[in-house]
Each structure stands twice: as C-alpha cells, then as structure tokens.
C-alpha cells in the first residue's frame, strides 16, 4: 500500500481510530452498504480488526491490510466486480 496517503484505487475512506466497537462496526458496514461492485474503501484503525475479516470474506469482500507505523493500521477492502460470462450460450 505505500504511504500514509489513500492508496490508488480507493473511492472512499472510512476512520474508526478511537471509536467503541459497536460504533466502529456500525460505520464499516454503513460504508459497505455503499461500496459499489468494482470499487474499493480504506478503512482506517487504531488496531488489526481480527473480527471483521470473516464476515468480510462471508460477503464475498477482498481485503488487505498493511500496518505503517504503530497506532495506525489500514485496511483495503474490495467489493469485486461481477464476472462477466466468457462462454456462448447454445
């Protein structure tokens, strides 16, 4: 991911550093009620959110997380795209 800044390719940005858990999830899964199929958000935390990880995959959500400097922990999460069907139909 780089730098501190928004990664290339993320549409929006979501910060839940010091906020309490219900109140950080409630915002996560408002802001992913809003991810389009094909774009992606950047989730910002205090801390690694171990939790979120397999409801993200349940939904079929990709995710990748990088840990800059202590205190500050980014997380990618995608909604891919939907395949597009490469065969004929007969």
């Known amino acids: 991911m780089g730098r501190l800044g928004r990664p290339a390719g993320v549409d929006a940005e979501v910060d839940v550093r010091g906020l309490e858990h219900e109140a950080a999830m409630a915002r996560v899964f ?4 809003r991810l389009r199929p094909g774009r992606s958000m950047l989730l910002i935390h ?3 959110p171990t ?3 397999p409801r993200l995959e349940a939904e079929g959500l990709r995710h990748a997380t990088d840990e800059p400097c202590a205190g500050l922990v980014r997380v990618v ?3 891919p795209a939907p395949r597009r069907s490469r065969g004929r139909e007969r």
Do not use: C, E, Q, T
């Not at 408002?30 to 009620?33: C, I, P």
């Open 30 to 33: 408002g802001a992913l009620g």
């Open 46 to 48: 205090d801390l690694r």
């Open 51 to 53: 939790l979120l990880y």
């Open 77 to 79: 999460i995608s909604r």
